[in-house]
Structure formats: structure tokens, C-alpha cells
């Protein structure tokens, strides 16, 4: 069985940061692309980064020099480092392998 748990979000204020983390079960997790995902309140879900299992990245436009993925094979963990963050990047936050499987998401509020 495929589980997600994302944590780390809150509430921030504009320009400030956050890490998010992400551990992932029931899969070989070297051996997947991870990906985090974010949906703002009336939006669809967007897709904002992914790292590869070859340790290369991209990123949603929006998000590019501000945010940064990585990733720890050893803990089963994938990481979302948030910085310089906006009051548009506000939204539940979710990784996953597949998009087939998806955890509870971590809340990310940015305001001041």
C-alpha cells in the first residue's frame, strides 16, 4: 500500500521560508521520480517540482529560484524548500510517485 506524509507547513509571512518534507511507503522509492504538487482553495491541482530518480530537477515556472527539491533516499523522503515565499504560493502542498496515490497534504499559508 502506497502512503504519503507531508509535513511542515503553517503560516508565514511574505518573503519568509519554509521546509516541507515528505516520507513515501510501499514503494522501491530510489527508484521513482517524486514530485510535489500544490492546490490553492477554488483552484485545480498544479504540479510544482519534481526530482527525477537521477537526482535532476525541474520547476513550475512561478516557483523557479525561489523554491528547491530534493531528495534522501535512505529516509524515503523527498524535501520542498520554500523561499521568498508570495501569497499566491498560499495552498495544501502534496508529493507523490504516480499521481495514482496521494496523502493528506500540508497546509502552506503565507500572509502578513
Known amino acids: 500500500q502506497v502512503q504519503y506524509a507531508e509535513s511542515g507547513g503553517g503560516l508565514v509571512q511574505p518573503g519568509g521560508s519554509l521546509r516541507l518534507s515528505c516520507v513515501a511507503s510501499g514503494i522501491i522509492f530510489r527508484d521513482y521520480s517524486m514530485y510535489w504538487y500544490r492546490q490553492a482553495p477554488g483552484k485545480q491541482r498544479e504540479w510544482v517540482a519534481v526530482?527525477?530518480?537521477?537526482?535532476?530537477?525541474n520547476y513550475f515556472n512561478s516557483v523557479k529560484g525561489r523554491f528547491t527539491i530534493s531528495r534522501d533516499n535512505a529516509k524515503n523522503t523527498v524535501y520542498l524548500q520554500m523561499n521568498s515565499l508570495k501569497p499566491e504560493d498560499t495552498a495544501v502542498y502534496y508529493c507523490?510517485?504516480?499521481?495514482?496515490?496521494w496523502g493528506q497534504g500540508t497546509q502552506v499559508t503565507v500572509s502578513s
Open positions: 526530482i527525477f530518480s537521477t537526482g535532476g530537477t
Open positions: 507523490t510517485a504516480n499521481g495514482a496515490n
